[in-house]
């Protein structure tokens, strides 16, 4: 029993160290967050400069613009569903 009480704190310094460890290695979350991020940033500069180049009047380019840049997602999927000139091909 004596033996149990003097390693006890040994153990739980290497239980938290390895515990620190993996939690290092195996959490990705803001590695995939941060490229998911970056995707999105990339369409939504995509998007802007499209709108920027379509020949819409100056207040609906400026009000989709800020429709993407405050609603990021949303914006983005609601200018591709809706803002976008359709093609004749559909």
Not at 22 to 50: K, S
Not at 70 to 85: A, E, M, N, Q, S
Request: hydrophobic share 60%; glycine share 10%; charged share 10%.
């Amino acid at each position: 029993m004596s033996l149990l009480m003097k390693s006890t704190p040994i153990l739980v310094f290497l239980l938290a160290l390895v515990n620190c460890v993996a939690a290092d290695y195996y959490y990705v979350g803001p590695t995939v967050g941060g490229i998911i991020g970056l995707i999105i940033l990339i369409l939504d500069i995509i998007a802007a400069v499209e709108i920027l180049r379509s020949g819409k009047p100056l207040v609906e380019k400026l009000l989709w613009i800020l429709f993407i840049i405050f609603c990021p997602i949303i914006g983005l999927i609601v200018y591709i569903f809706f803002g976008r000139p359709r093609s004749g091909g559909l």
